[in-house]
């Protein structure tokens, strides 16, 4: 079937370190998105990609990093210099360009240890 | 800035009651989506609305666009205590070049028998 796999569900994060967020999709989508969602709040941008090998910062990309060296993977690095980082984080893709809506993965949920 | 505001945030409505989540946007976009989002759970797509006076209808979901009062509704009808849930409305921003999606803040609607 297809769809996105994130990984892993639950990350904890220990002061002063890097930790990298796995998204995988098999639905050939173009474009790739990585969200954070605080509780009680909203989906908000971190960074965006609508084709391999170049990525936009979203609103909230301070603190994050990402890569995007193939069409089927995008993963985030939280690094050290994100001081809040506890939040639940998703990934989606979509077809670049049309109008049909981003299909996401089940999230990780990031802790500080 | 685009701003998207849901509103009522939270909603607490006895079974087989009516009711409406409003979400008013600040600035021109033709392209608005519907998500549910259960509890720690990942997002869901529920309505696409592409042009001025659509509506969508989903068995006790039904979901219209006013793109002139930059105001699109999701009407509950009958509700049940299975769309106990958390509704997000979310706009394109980059306007019919796919792209960046600004979130609402979510409406947790509780059903209670």
């Known amino acids: 079937d297809g769809g996105i796999t994130q990984s892993p569900k639950y990350l904890f994060r220990k002061e002063g370190q890097n930790v990298t967020l796995s998204c995988e999709q098999n639905?050939?989508?173009?474009?790739m998105y990585w969200y954070r969602q605080d509780p009680g709040q909203g989906l908000r941008l971190i960074y965006y990609?609508?084709?391999?090998?170049?990525?936009q910062k979203g609103d909230i990309a301070e603190g994050y990093s990402v890569s995007r060296e193939k069409k089927e993977s995008f993963p985030l690095t939280v690094t050290s210099a994100q001081k809040n980082p506890t939040a639940f984080y998703l990934c989606a893709s979509s077809i670049s360009g049309a109008i049909q809506p981003q299909h996401f993965g089940d999230g990780t949920r990031l802790s500080i240890l | 800035e685009l701003k998207v505001e849901q509103n009522p945030l939270f909603l607490s409505m006895q079974e087989g009651k009516n009711y409406t989540i409003y979400c008013n946007y600040s600035t021109t976009s033709d392209r608005l989506y519907w998500y549910r989002q259960d509890p720690g759970k990942s997002l869901e797509s529920l309505f696409v609305?592409?042009?001025?006076?659509a509506v969508k209808q989903e068995g006790r979901l039904m979901a219209s666009l006013d793109t002139k009062a930059r105001l699109s509704t999701l009407h509950i009808t009958a509700a049940v205590h299975d769309l106990s849930a958390t509704y997000f409305c979310a706009v394109d921003m980059n306007n019919n070049q796919g792209g960046k999606l600004i979130f609402g803040q979510g409406t947790e609607l509780s059903v209670k028998p």
């Open positions: 639905l050939n989508h173009d474009a």
């Open positions: 990609s609508q084709i391999v090998n170049d990525f």
């Open positions: 609305l592409l042009s001025n006076g």
